[in-house]
């Protein structure tokens, strides 16, 4: 944790019991045996092909709160308060248009598609996702393509499920503490094996990790910190359903790691035996 985010858990004691309630499950999620998995290429393309459905299922939780936070509709009238809209579009703002490393712009999810093209990963059930989306499917019978690793589609709905729900302050936690403030430590050591492992091979890869824990730990989890605090205030229901949603989120975070390493071991046990 940065100092500014020590400062507001320190400021604030709904803030410190949400953390605190939610603290077991996200030392979980950020210590799975998965990551001890990931020290081979294969290994790496299966959990690529995995893990790209939380990359862009993190962005509709996003654009959720803007939704909610600002006016996105014409004609255009002040919506929400000030400071929460500043926060969220200054979130979506790198989200969706970030720097790629090159001189240009892309979301995170582009750069994560370009970096399974690098590893050589299968793109093709969340290409067809997106094709599906594109043509005007909603998002439960897109996922009802059987190339959808069942994970995958087990964690989408679960978001899903939250946005659907339409309550800020459980959008805004499962948004904070279920993804922004878990991923820079769940995020070194995959750098760190991939950087020791792949030297020079999965440099995409190791942008896109770095980038997410640069930016989702010196200024996204403050940022969504404050977000959640204008949006619960002192209201204790709207905290006990934040703190909820939070262990909700992190729960499936936890199930999604779980399917991702059996899939890996079940690659293990097709492999002839020499």
């Not at 004609?75 to 308060?81: D, K, N, T, Y």
């Not at 820079?184 to 890869?205: I, Q």
């Not at 989890?221 to 605090?229: D, E, I």
Request: proline share 4%; glycine share 6%; charged share 30%.
């Amino acid at each position: 944790m940065n100092t500014e985010f020590l400062e507001i858990i320190k400021s604030n004691p709904y803030i410190q019991r949400w953390v605190d309630c939610t603290h077991e499950l996200r030392e979980q999620a950020r210590n799975h045996r998965l990551f001890s998995r990931l020290d081979r290429l294969e290994h790496i393309r299966i959990f690529m092909e995995h893990h790209v459905w939380s990359v862009w299922d993190f962005m509709s939780l996003g654009k959720a709160l803007q939704r909610h936070l600002t006016c996105v509709e014409l004609p255009w009238v002040p919506r929400g308060e000030a400071l929460s809209r500043r926060l969220i579009n200054e979130i979506v703002l790198e989200e969706e248009s970030d720097e790629d490393g090159r001189g240009g712009y892309s979301s995170h999810f582009e750069l994560y598609l370009e970096a399974m093209d690098e590893a050589g990963a299968d793109r093709s059930a969340i290409d067809g996702f997106i094709a599906a989306l594109s043509a005007g499917v909603g998002v439960a019978e897109a996922l009802g393509d059987p190339r959808v690793p069942q994970s995958a589609r087990d964690f989408v709905r679960g978001t899903f499920a939250v946005i659907e729900r339409g309550r800020p302050h459980e959008i805004a936690s499962a948004f904070t503490l279920g993804r922004e403030e878990i991923i820079p430590e769940m995020f070194y050591e995959v750098v760190w094996t991939v950087r020791e492992r792949f030297p020079n091979r999965l440099s995409k890869l190791v942008y896109y990790l770095e980038r997410h824990i640069n930016v989702d730990a010196d200024r996204h989890t403050p940022l969504a910190m404050r977000m959640n605090v204008h949006l619960s205030g002192t209201d204790e229901y709207k905290w006990e359903e934040a703190i909820a949603a939070a262990r909700d989120a992190v729960r499936a975070r936890i199930e999604f790691w779980s399917g991702i390493e059996r899939a890996t071991r079940r690659i293990d046990a097709r492999e002839p035996v020499r």
